[in-house]
Structures are given as structure tokens and as C-alpha cells.
């Protein structure tokens, strides 16, 4: 029972262009969304969330956007760096203590 | 200010034995999440702790069970190892049991079952 997918396992991107990771979830009582980054031998890292009540998050290079209707968020990152390259997981939770992840895409940031 | 730290970092069992894996949390932290990691998956949650009880468990057999102790570190306990549960093991604490507050993850521990 998969309630988080990333259904793209990897992506290639240029060195200064944007990067767009994309995750879809089916349970609409999710109201919080995480963005997690990992590398290898390394835990996942928190890049950015999201409450339901908004539809954008800002930090820095980092974007998040939230369309409930659609059930779907979106990681942007820009401009996208060769230190971007990693596996980024989207997470969800609904008010409680159990995150429901994703099962990763794999950023890989051109030179 | 120490990050989360786990042990060991490799395991290697054979099918039936007993595994306990340990996980210290983040200085200040008093929650502890445990995950489970297969190979091209997601992380699974397995249970939190918080404060020394359980506070939450994810769809794992009653064989996955865990401790946290009075200086919130912890330990995640598998009995009658099977083939499936060769995974990533990730540890997470955060400074209190919401979801919102940030989970700080460690390394993990690799087990593999033979």
C-alpha cells in the first residue's frame, strides 16, 4: 500500500537549469510534506516542508509546491548544482508520528 | 552538538537469529523513530519512542520491537530473522513527538540476512 509515490527513479539535469522532482500521494488526510535528501552512506538529510494550508515554500534554491486537489507536490531547485546530485525523498504525515515515504528519485547534476 | 549516531554500521545473521541494533540520539532530542530501508524503496516506519514508551508502530510484526532508555537513546530489536528483513535500519530523533518537528537521521545499519 503505497500512499507516497515518486514515480520517476532518477533525472539528469544540466548545471544551471532547474530541477523538478515530483511526488503523488493518495491519502487526503496527509497534511504535512517533507522533502528529504540522502546520500550515499549517509541518513536522509531535511531539505523543506509544507503545511497543507499553503501551496508554496521557499527556501533559498528550494522550492515546494502543494496541490491539494491533484494530490501532488513538486521539489524545484534553482539553479541546480553538481552538489544537488543525490536521492530525494518525498515524505508525508497526517498530524501524528508516522511519515509515509517515497520510494526516491535520483538527481544527477550535470557539469 | 553530536549528531545521531548508530550501531553497528554492517550485520551480517543468518535466517532465524536474534538482532539488536542501537541508535543515540541527538544531544536535547527525547524521540526516537525507527525505519526500515530495502534495497530501491522508501524508508518504512517501524515505531517511535518517546519519553521510554512506544508511541506509534507502523505495520511490523510484533518479532520488530524496541527500548529507548532514561538518556532517550535506543534500541530496535528483531527476533526469528527472516530474508526479508535484510535492510537499511534508520534511526531518526527529533526534539518531541510531532511530526513537525525536524527528525534528524543517522547513518543506519545495513543488516543483511543469510
Known amino acids: 500500500d503505497q500512499q507516497v509515490k515518486q514515480n520517476s527513479p532518477s533525472l539528469s539535469v544540466q548545471e544551471g537549469r532547474i530541477s523538478i522532482l515530483n511526488c503523488d500521494y493518495t491519502n487526503s488526510m496527509f497534511d504535512y510534506f517533507l522533502w528529504y535528501k540522502k546520500y550515499p552512506a549517509e541518513g536522509p538529510t531535511f531539505l523543506i516542508s509544507?503545511?497543507?494550508?499553503?501551496d508554496k515554500n521557499e527556501d533559498g534554491r528550494f522550492t515546494v509546491f502543494l496541490n491539494k486537489s491533484a494530490k501532488h507536490l513538486s521539489l524545484h531547485i534553482v539553479p541546480s548544482q553538481p552538489g544537488d546530485s543525490a536521492v530525494y525523498f518525498c515524505a508525508a504525515s497526517r498530524t501524528g508520528n508516522q511519515f509515509y515515504f517515497g520510494t526516491g528519485t535520483s538527481l544527477t547534476v550535470i557539469p | 552538538e553530536t549528531g545521531v549516531t548508530q550501531s553497528p554500521t554492517h550485520l551480517i545473521k543468518t535466517r532465524g537469529q536474534q538482532v539488536t541494533l542501537r541508535c543515540s540520539s541527538q544531544s536535547g532530542h527525547n524521540t526516537v523513530s525507527w525505519y526500515q530501508q530495502a534495497l530501491g524503496q522508501g524508508p518504512q516506519f517501524i515505531f517511535q519512542?518517546?519519553?521510554?514508551?512506544?508511541?506509534g508502530r507502523g505495520n511490523f510484526p510484533p518479532r520488530f520491537s524496541g527500548l529507548q532508555f532514561p538518556n532517550y537513546s535506543s534500541e530496535l530489536n528483531v527476533n526469528a530473522l527472516e530474508l526479508d528483513d535484510s535492510a537499511l535500519y534508520l534511526c531518526a530523533s527529533s526534539s518531541d513527538r510531532s511530526s513537525y518537528n525536524e527528525q534528524f537521521f543517522g547513518p543506519g545499519t545495513r543488516l543483511t540476512v543469510l
Open positions: 519512542y518517546y519519553r521510554e514508551e512506544e508511541n
Open positions: 509544507i503545511s497543507s494550508i499553503k
